[in-house]
């Protein structure tokens, strides 16, 4: 174990703000990204021209900010959390390189994907190299246990993208199934992220810190599907029931699902199997969500996932990255895209 | 280092014959299959029923046979010879699953591909999944160096194959490029399949071991090349010449081209630029090959490639799975398929 990082100022004496949970890093942060693009570095063009693409388009880098938070309220010093930050990271671009593979059937939004602009063949093979390169990559911390967190969580998330594909399309999902599905394909990495830095400084609670991840995991799942309700296109730069419209039904429309009058679980059943709206006005859908109180109900229950997320962090002290790690808690929450 | 294996029974009292130079693995690539099987494992269905009609399907087993001689011709007594060589060829199994992705263009042989009856969707998750799983399993041996070795390898196949797809419909390739493709795509896998149980054992020669892998992998390479241009469809199971039909031109064509007339240099030109023979029969292509002996001259470089590897053998004890190794060198040399 190590020296816990700096404690919070007190009350009043310039605390940080909600907002600003990312300040803490941002230094470590920007070192992220240089680690990203060393990721891309290849004697091969392609895999440069793609690795400018997707840094081009930038992200949250949510799960390499939580990653160093948790290095810094641990109060590690090495600088394999830069590295594995920038693993974390690449291993969720690769899913979201694969992602964009279109099915025969199936066409995706109109902006520039990298399946679009490369083909999907090339699509395939530079999200490989990403795997493989950022497994390799994570081997520079020469310990057995995070390979292991990191594979495994991987491997769950790989089976979570499968096993919401296997559920595309059926209107009478359970909220079994739908846990099952995003605990495997969101939460296990955020785990896995919080996870690492407590392996880096063998810190004796770190199922805790995977405990936090995984909790604020799920509630980020959850308040993504809601925003999907709620959200407009402008704000969210997708359609409203993306999901919905792709087959997928999500936490709210499965807790009003068993509510419904008949006619409204047909109509339910209809859009999902069907993929389509048709004549069906998408804000029937919503209505429908509201009427039973199913996009609040599904607040409720990610509000709950933060509960026990920060319940969580309660054994660490009381330092600047610990309230960041619960600030994130509120980012999550709170959120509007 | 452990001791070495059985020794080579005197000449004439029994010794192997060249095309039973797996027996004296059998019973271990009986349990590797048995190690891709558990690969397979996973509670969510489609990666058992595609481990289920990849299996089905069987395989020449090359590169777990391989590490299986060399461990045996180390002495290894250990188990991890076993579940590495499974994971060896779950990679290779990998690449194989996301090599069926169809690109918009391009259509493949009609035969039930993995995509073809799951969509790419899948086939390019259940790719990630086993590529990642490999890699997992790979922990079980606990060596930091045998998981660098499998990701540098795996990492240099997938770039040799998004350098392949760049060059693909490029007529004028030249050797380099073709070896550059090849060295990467084909034969780093190769070598570390040989490489790895040096570092079982802890071998000081361990890079011979590799070099007798890379240079068999070349090899291998060199004539699967020269079977596309003589060997019939019925044998190979795929149309003659159907790397050029893919706008692949490989170096029977490379090392003839600058050696053709003008007009014999255009027609290939076309064909490779057009990804189509047109009215043009293939057996002109043949033809032009065999003019200018260039697919004599690819058999004998792929000899030299043989006597290499051979020659990385020299350093290590006569036993019979050395002699097995140098046989498998014959096999590559003169196998029909």
């Given amino acids: 174990m190590s020296t816990p990082g700096t404690r919070v100022p007190p009350p009043g004496a310039g605390s940080l703000r909600p907002e600003q949970f990312l300040d803490l890093i941002a230094p470590k942060l920007e070192r992220v990204e240089a680690e990203l693009r060393r990721q891309f570095t290849s004697p091969v063009r392609t895999i440069r021209e793609v690795g400018d693409h997707i840094l081009d388009g930038g992200g949250k880098r949510l799960r390499p900010a939580l990653l160093l938070l948790v290095s810094d309220m641990l109060g590690y010093e090495g600088e394999f959390d830069i590295t594995l930050a920038g693993v974390v990271e690449m291993i969720h671009t690769a899913s979201l390189v694969h992602d964009d593979i279109i099915?025969?059937?199936?066409?995706?939004?109109?902006?520039?994907?990298?399946?679009?602009?490369?083909?999907?063949?090339?699509?395939?093979l530079v999200g490989d190299y990403l795997y493989v390169r950022a497994l390799d990559t994570a081997l520079e911390a020469r310990s057995l246990e995070i390979l292991k967190t990191l594979s495994s969580a991987t491997i769950r998330m790989t089976e979570g993208e499968i096993l919401g594909y296997e559920l595309n399309g059926r209107p009478d999902l359970t909220r079994e199934d739908y846990f099952d599905v995003i605990e495997r394909k969101t939460a296990a990495m955020f785990g896995a992220a919080c996870r690492i830095p407590g392996l880096l400084v063998q810190h004796p609670s770190e199922e805790r810190l995977e405990d936090y991840g995984r909790n604020l995991g799920i509630c980020f799942q959850l308040i993504d599907d809601v925003l999907d309700y709620t959200s407009s296109t402008a704000v969210l730069?997708?359609?409203?029931?993306?999901?919905?419209?792709?087959?997928?039904?999500?936490?709210?429309?499965?807790?009003?699902?068993?509510?419904?009058?008949?006619?409204?679980?047909?109509?339910?059943?209809?859009?999902?199997?069907?993929?389509?709206?048709?004549?069906?006005?998408?804000?029937?859908?919503?209505?429908?969500?509201?009427?039973y109180d199913a996009i609040e109900e599904t607040r409720d229950i990610a509000r709950e996932y933060a509960s026990m997320a920060r319940e969580a962090l309660s054994p660490f002290p009381a330092t600047a990255s610990r309230q960041a790690l619960e600030f994130a808690l509120d980012f999550v929450m709170s959120r509007e895209r």
Avoid: H, M
């Fill in 237 to 291: 730069g997708k359609p409203v029931l993306s999901d919905l419209r792709e087959g997928k039904i999500t936490l709210p429309l499965i807790l009003a699902r068993p509510r419904a009058t008949e006619a409204e679980r047909r109509l339910i059943d209809r859009v999902v199997t069907e993929k389509d709206f048709g004549a069906t006005d998408p804000q029937e859908l919503v209505a429908i969500a509201n009427r």
């Fill in 103 to 124: 099915d025969d059937a199936e066409v995706r939004r109109g902006k520039t994907s990298i399946n679009y602009r490369w083909g999907n063949y090339l699509t395939v």
